[in-house]
């Protein structure tokens, strides 16, 4: 994603135990395909900036090209990573970097430039570095899953920062759009942040184990 999109990769699945007279089979390596789509995405951000920062309408459409490669990859890095059990600890720190290194690039640099309000461009960063500080503060406890109301999220900022990229369309649908990716952006906010508040008074896994 883009700035900011849900948990990165999907929750990892559960080791499963060795079979008797069979070594545990090795993990994902470093390098495969979810890995390196990921750090195609943070590549992509300071070329997408250098393309909208140089203006004219052929540099506007290549940023919203370079944009839309990096909103593909958000899309298919972590259906690879589950499909295919390349679920990293690597692409589970790089994955949501690279997301808000995108969606934040475009829009300090929309606002830099004129074209955003600095309200909106604040209120979405806000949002999305609060809710990777609460998914530290449950880490023990469990991971919050994606809803449908941030996937609606993620999907509304990227065409509001699209359409803000794109030269042609009408001022007023970019506007319309963005302010109801903001107006998501906030209800799934404070919706993660009671979920987070919940699941932080769970006892974390294992807790009552026996030793």
């Not at 390196?36 to 995405?41: E, I, M, N, P, S």
């Not at 990096?70 to 972590?78: E, F, M, Q, Y």
């Not at 309200?119 to 449950?138: D, G, K, M, Q, Y």
């Not at 509001?160 to 952006?185: D, F, H, N, Q, S």
Request: glycine letters at 10%; charged letters at 15%; proline letters at 8%.
């Amino acid at each position: 994603m883009l700035p900011g999109g849900e948990p990165p990769h999907g929750a990892a699945r559960p080791a499963q135990p060795a079979l008797p007279g069979r070594a545990a089979l090795p993990g994902p390596g470093l390098v495969n395909a979810a890995n390196a789509l990921t750090v195609l995405r943070l590549v992509l951000v300071p070329v997408f900036v250098a393309c909208l920062l140089a203006g004219g309408t052929g540099w506007r459409v290549a940023a919203f090209v370079v944009f839309g490669v990096a909103s593909v990859t958000d899309l298919l890095d972590g259906r690879l990573a589950r499909s295919r059990g390349l679920i990293t600890d690597f692409g589970k720190i790089a994955d949501p970097i690279a997301d808000k290194a995108l969606t934040g690039a475009a829009l300090v640099t929309l606002s830099a430039l004129g074209e955003l309000a600095w309200w909106v461009t604040v209120v979405i960063l806000v949002r999305e570095i609060s809710v990777t500080l609460l998914r530290f503060w449950v880490i023990r406890r469990g991971v919050i899953a994606a809803s449908r109301g941030g996937k609606l999220k993620t999907l509304l900022q990227v065409v509001a920062i699209a359409l803000y990229v794109l030269p042609g369309p009408p001022a007023v649908v970019r506007e319309v759009v963005m302010a109801a990716a903001v107006a998501v952006t906030v209800v799934t906010g404070i919706d993660y942040a009671v979920r987070a508040v919940r699941l932080r008074r769970r006892p974390p896994a294992g807790a009552g184990a026996a030793p």
